[in-house]
Nanobody, 122 residues
Framework: QVQLVESGGGLVQAGDSLRLSCAAS????????MGWFRQAPGKAREFVAA????????DYAASVKGRFTISRDNSENTVYLQMNSLKPEDTAVYYC???????????????WGQGTQVTVSS
């Protein structure tokens, strides 16, 4: 199994950028597919982005394509979410997730972090 800890959230203005980090510990990090989800107040948790073990397969939600970039550094056991051109509708708690099967990243990942708050003011 793997333990996940997110960091990098905060309060920014519309148009600003943030980079979220998710540090993983436990069994071999490179065997896990990684993903990001977010949940706004009163809304269901939604998929944001995913990246495969070797970083070659990447998937984004339509709402963030062209603005967000997911990446990973297996030597640092860390996955990142670079968020540019932030909008008020991006405000949410962002969660890091991990699973050994790539397709499950968009549905029911096995492991979750505690979440980090991102607030974008207008």
């Amino acid at each position: 199994q793997v333990q996940l800890v997110e960091s990098g959230g905060g309060l920014v203005q519309a148009g600003d950028s943030l980079r979220l980090s998710c540090a993983a510990s436990g069994r071999t990090f490179s065997t896990y597919n990684m993903g990001w989800f977010r949940q706004a107040p009163g809304k269901a948790r939604e998929f944001v982005a995913a990246i495969s073990q070797n970083g070659y397969t990447i998937d984004y939600a339509a709402s963030v394509k062209g603005r967000f970039t997911i990446s990973r550094d297996n030597s640092e056991n860390t996955v990142y979410l670079q968020m540019n051109s932030l909008k008020p509708e991006d405000t949410a708690v962002y969660y890091c997730a991990a699973d050994l099967t790539f397709f499950r990243i968009r549905t029911t990942p096995d492991y979750w972090g505690q979440g980090t708050q991102v607030t974008v003011s207008s």
